[in-house]
């Protein structure tokens, strides 16, 4: 009999909890398709609609059931088989393994980037966007194999990428390789140079050089990967960063025989409980050198980096989420005579999350597009996505933390009991500030990128070229520039005098700057073909709420533009009069 529970469907829950098991994760966020289309255009976003429509339905559905079940039975680690022999063995809930089968072999998420014709990389990120809303812990080695692969293709010799590309590229569910980083130690985490695992050049039974790595590996997401990029410093390396080398370690050896690691033990998380996460110990662990040693650090720092983008992908969605179901409980339970939605209480607070969530979108999708230029060669589109993914990193999966708690307070006591979707979103949304770096790691690292590598120059050029070309209303154009501009002085000032204090202030306004003028200038492509101004309404609420002065001791007017506001509440296409009302005075 399965362990997995009953649900009713949204037709037939109850009137006092409404449960939104069964509705479409795709079809029922109707920001979401012209907003995708705006961006892949109409024959791109036409090859794969059939496809997000299906995964909508199955995410709300089957895959949401299997995510509920995985997280309740983690894996578990097996180290001998009953007559005595190690193992190592990871025993996943088959539960967690059908959503393996979803991901890695149906859907292809890790295989995607890497076949030949491989659609642009927001294809895989609107569908992982929907995925993730099912289940998060998952998204993890799928984003690690993605990201390995690539760093792979980048950094490795030819003779590696032509024995692990058709593995890691795989969809053949018996056959593919998963792929992990290895790389914090319990003295080195964010500091990582302080690293100390060994790496010790000398000779195989056959005479030909090999390495191998020597160290204890404190967190190891997706432990029994086949395949993880594993940074440790060769004995004559000098200390520090420069000292550095990448190194590929593979589980199984090509003779079959299974690399000298030991899996010490799992974490007992408190959010992805469904994913394997543990400490790792390397006995000499044979390993292939990927680039240069001195250059480890600055080689993993492209799969940091696909990771944070992949990190700000999965806080967009459990945002989306946790919005779809306040705004299911909130359009379906009535209490004191109303529904909840009619109250200008809830209106608010369902407004003050579904801001967050869409600016988490619009960031994630244009850097999606920017990495595409960026691969070709684009200088700066890629000086873009420099910032721009470590700002998505800190500042959405921060801002998923308290949306997916206002959720939860949308659904009441109900949605503190674990048989909801709510207290997982919650958890889950806690990782996003800690993994690749924490918040004020991220931070620092946006005001590195606007110092030193001209990052914040290149963005500067890219917002206004969008703005100036946009058609947009020449107010709201001049007001998106001119904080943006106030936000990028700020950042500057920051950066270049050491104001390590304010640095999160700063990338903070920067965020809220760049994500206002990339959702006004969705807008205005976006009405091109379905005449809907909303997102231009929510970058005004936007600089009106985060950008521009406000008394704290001073009480809210009565807004005069309720209906306008109960139209984004709705998620209403609305007209450019409706959204101009929004814009703030200068």
């Not at 190690?86 to 991901?103: F, G, N, S």
């Not at 000398?202 to 030909?208: A, F, S, V, Y």
């Not at 680039?291 to 480890?296: C, H, L, N």
């Not at 959702?519 to 101004?533: F, L, N, T, V």
């Amino acid at each position: 009999m399965s362990d997995r529970p009953a649900f009713a469907t949204a037709a037939c829950g109850s009137a006092n909890i409404p449960d939104s098991r069964g509705i479409n994760f795709y079809t029922s966020d109707p920001g979401f398709a012209p907003l995708l289309r705006s961006y892949l255009g109409d024959a791109a976003f036409g090859a794969i609609e059939t496809q997000l429509v299906a995964l909508g339905q199955r995410a709300s559905d089957e895959l949401d059931a299997l995510a509920l079940v995985a997280d309740k039975h983690p894996p578990a680690l097996e180290q001998r088989t009953r007559r005595g022999e190690a193992t190592q063995r990871i025993a996943k809930h088959p539960d967690y393994v059908a959503l393996e089968r979803v991901a890695y072999a149906e859907l292809g998420l890790a295989a995607m980037s890497h076949r030949e014709n491989a659609p642009a990389p927001l294809v895989k990120y609107a569908l992982t966007y929907l995925f993730v809303q099912a289940e998060f812990g998952l998204c993890c080695p799928v984003s690690m194999t993605d990201s390995l692969t690539r760093t792979l293709r980048r950094f490795g010799s030819p003779e590696l990428i032509a024995r692990y590309l058709p593995v890691l590229a795989s969809q053949d569910f018996d056959s593919l390789y998963q792929g992990a980083m290895f790389m914090t130690e319990q003295a080195a985490g964010s500091d990582v140079a302080r690293i100390a695992t060994r790496a010790v050049r000398t000779q195989d039974k056959r005479g030909e050089d090999v390495w191998r790595l020597y160290g204890d590996k404190w967190f190891c997401s997706n432990a029994d990967a086949d395949l993880a990029m594993v940074l440790a410093r060769p004995d004559d390396a000098p200390p520090g960063i420069k000292g550095l080398a990448l190194f590929l370690l593979p589980k199984t050896l090509p003779d079959g025989t299974r690399n000298t690691y030991r899996i010490v033990r799992l974490k007992d998380k408190l959010g992805s409980r469904s994913m394997a996460s543990g400490e790792i110990v390397l006995e000499g662990a044979q390993a292939y050198l990927i680039g240069e040693v001195g250059r480890g650090f600055h080689q993993m720092a492209d799969m940091i980096n696909m990771s944070r983008l992949s990190n700000g992908v999965r806080a967009a969605g459990l945002m989306r989420r946790a919005v779809t179901e306040a705004l299911h409980v909130a359009r379906n339970r009535e209490a004191f005579g109303r529904k909840l939605i009619e109250m200008p209480l809830m209106q608010r607070q369902l407004l003050k999350m579904m801001l967050p969530a869409e600016q988490a979108r619009s960031m994630f999708m244009r850097i999606a597009m920017l990495l595409a230029r960026a691969d070709q060669g684009n200088e700066i589109a890629a000086r873009c996505v420099r910032i721009l993914t470590p700002l998505v990193k800190f500042r959405a999966c921060r801002d998923a933390r308290r949306v997916t708690g206002d959720a939860m307070e949308v659904r009441g006591g109900a949605g503190y009991i674990e048989e909801w979707s709510d207290p997982r979103l919650v958890r889950d949304a806690h990782l996003g500030s800690i993994w690749e770096g924490t918040s004020n790691i991220v931070a620092l690292d946006v005001a590195r990128a606007a110092k030193r590598e001209g990052a914040l120059d290149a963005l500067a050029r890219y917002v206004h070229a969008e703005l100036d070309e946009s058609g947009l209303p020449e107010t709201s154009a001049a007001l998106l520039g001119g904080v943006f501009d106030r936000a990028g002085e700020a950042l500057t000032s920051v950066a270049e005098c050491g104001r390590d204090e304010s640095v999160r202030q700063a990338a903070s306004a920067l965020y809220h700057a760049t994500t206002a003028a990339f959702m006004a200038c969705e807008a205005a492509r976006i009405s091109r073909s379905d005449a809907d101004y909303r997102r231009l309404a929510l970058a005004h609420l936007l600089v009106r709420h985060k950008l521009l002065p406000r008394d704290p001791l001073a009480l809210d007017e009565r807004d005069s533009h309720a209906a306008t506001l109960r139209a984004l509440v709705d998620e209403r296409a609305l007209q450019l009069d409706q959204a101009m009302q929004l814009m703030p005075a200068r």
